[in-house]
């Protein structure tokens, strides 16, 4: 399984989201800092979930890395995140 579907299932696993977009932004940052030639360093998400309600933007991004875990979080270089 490569690392859209990893980053997807959980993801989903952790918020049932009602919108969720994985966008793999390696290419446009190849030969960067960071750039470990796999193709799947540089990563963008979007996500909506109802269990964001009320939590503070960093709060959300902590809930994010915590869904996504250290496995997922160690393969991955830049993760830029959109929360609604």
């Keep these: 399984m490569g690392l859209e579907q990893q980053i ?7 918020f049932s989201p009602t919108e969720l ?17 796999s193709g799947e360093s540089h990563w963008h998400v979007t996500i909506a979930a109802p269990e964001f309600k009320g939590m503070s933007r960093i709060a959300r991004h902590r809930a994010v890395h915590e869904a996504l875990g250290p496995d997922i979080m160690g393969r991955i ?8």
């Design 8 to 14: 997807r299932g959980a993801l989903s696993g952790a």
């Design 21 to 37: 977009d994985v966008r793999n932004d390696s290419a446009r940052h190849a030969g960067h800092s960071g750039d470990d030639g």
């Design 77 to 84: 270089h830049a993760l830029g995140l959109t929360i609604r």
